[in-house]
């Protein structure tokens, strides 16, 4: 049976790619294809290079010969998804529980290392009880409604990630949004809530855009003064934040502060995939219940889990991968100020070099290929217009003398297209 479906889908394909006739279907065609155009005149089209090498700090792009660039833009903040323990672990999770389990979890989709991961994120955040998604998109796209009401309202930072924004969408409760890591307007909106039976305070720990970090003490403090509960999305700040890699939480002295968190396995946690929820068990229990992205998505492949729990165990033997950051980081921002630039945030890896205008990050961003640092420019609608930048993104497994050379060229490249004197 399996051998006339491909001999059929073959012969599909032998003539070549079939698309939809009809009017309706070229009215459609011609209003994707106006809107690329504007997309491409704006200056904002997004292409994907193809690597075909691990990820790291050194990279080989398709066609681009040897492994020789250096990467500067991947979310590796602890250069693990390489690391030759973490690769063995999925490869031994891949051989003893399969390639995946064809099912969402309650039906037949939970395995022993579902469970073992569960237990050993809750340990690593220190709380009750944890739950895994196929993405940290689906977990904040989940929570929201599963936990909100009419009766309810949730605060969101204006800048949160565009998942915590669409999840906050799909949920009933009533919504305010507050200034960018503003307390004095945290603080207004907080007061007009007060009508609302339980009020949800949602923020990033570390914005991914901008490179800064929120202030939880005054969220935590103004969150007990109004009775309020505090949500902080950490997938960049898991693994690295705070002495032993705990986040924002542990980074700023309030985890018995902090009631939920969300946060990803793609990034520093081995860098496959996969998101969490962790906090108290009845919130758990409940998410099981009726989190829609839990009960309608597969559950995560075991080769995935086996990464993620590898990573887990480095970061929990040690904090000195976590603690190696922190120099690397101070060297990058200091070096590019030092040389004109104007790097947002602070303090975080996540450095981006703030240029304004779309058309000369994207050129610049080309420009530091051809000169061996893959760095991509970020300009609207990921960021907002006028707020144009190329996101650097410093490694653990970075050395000084790749800082460097990454510094030398942007100031090459600066310097050429007019953004340095």
């Not at 979310?75 to 390489?82: A, E, I, K, P, Q």
């Not at 009845?282 to 990573?311: E, H, T, W």
């Not at 040690?318 to 060297?331: E, F, L, P, V």
Request: aromatic residues 6%; glycine residues 10%; charged residues 25%.
């Amino acid at each position: 049976m399996w051998l006339r479906v491909a001999a059929a889908g073959a012969g599909a394909g032998a003539g070549g790619s079939r698309a939809a006739s009809g009017a309706a279907a070229a009215q459609l065609r011609r209003r994707l294809e106006g809107e690329l155009e504007g997309i491409r005149g704006a200056g904002t089209w997004k292409s994907e290079r193809v690597i075909a090498s691990p990820q790291g700090p050194h990279l080989r792009l398709a066609g681009g010969g040897d492994a020789g660039i250096l990467n500067f833009c991947a979310n590796n903040y602890l250069g693990l998804s390489s690391h030759p323990q973490v690769i063995r672990a999925a490869v031994r999770a891949l051989e003893e529980f399969g390639a995946g389990l064809s099912s969402v979890r309650f039906i037949c989709g939970t395995q022993s290392i579902h469970k073992e991961l569960e237990e050993k994120i809750a340990r690593f955040h220190q709380r009750e009880d944890a739950i895994l998604y196929a993405s940290c998109f689906d977990a904040n796209a989940g929570i929201f409604e599963a936990l909100l009401t009419p009766e309810d309202a949730v605060l969101s930072d204006e800048l949160n990630h565009a998942s915590i924004i669409d999840g906050i969408r799909l949920c009933k409760a009533n919504k305010y949004r507050y200034k960018h890591m503003d307390m004095q307007d945290l603080e207004a909106k907080l007061q007009d809530a007060q009508k609302h039976r339980l009020r949800l305070v949602a923020t990033d720990g570390a914005f991914s855009m901008d490179g800064d970090i929120a202030p939880l003490r005054e969220i935590c403090q103004l969150a007990q003064k109004y009775d309020a509960l505090v949500f902080i999305d950490e997938c960049h700040a898991t693994g690295f934040l705070g002495p032993n890699g705990r986040g924002t939480d542990e980074l700023l002295g309030v985890m018995d502060k902090v009631t939920i968190i969300n946060s990803t396995l793609g990034k520093a946690l081995g860098g496959a995939a996969g998101g969490y929820t962790t906090g108290p068990k009845p919130l758990i229990d409940l998410l099981r219940q009726r989190s829609r992205p839990y009960l309608f998505s597969n559950s995560l492949p075991p080769a995935v889990v086996g990464c993620a729990s590898k990573a887990l165990d480095l970061l929990m033997e040690s904090n000195a991968i976590a603690q190696s950051m922190a120099a690397k980081t101070q060297r990058f921002r200091s070096k590019m100020t030092a040389a004109g630039f104007t790097i947002s945030g602070k303090d975080h890896p996540i450095c981006p070099v703030m240029l304004g205008d779309a058309r000369l990050a994207a050129v610049m961003a080309e420009d530091m290929l051809s000169r061996g640092i893959y760095v991509i420019g970020f300009s609207y609608p990921v960021v907002p217009k006028g707020k144009a930048r190329i996101r650097v993104q410093i490694s653990a497994v970075h050395s000084d003398e790749d800082i460097d050379r990454c510094v030398e060229a942007f100031t090459e490249v600066g310097r050429k297209h007019g953004a340095l004197p």
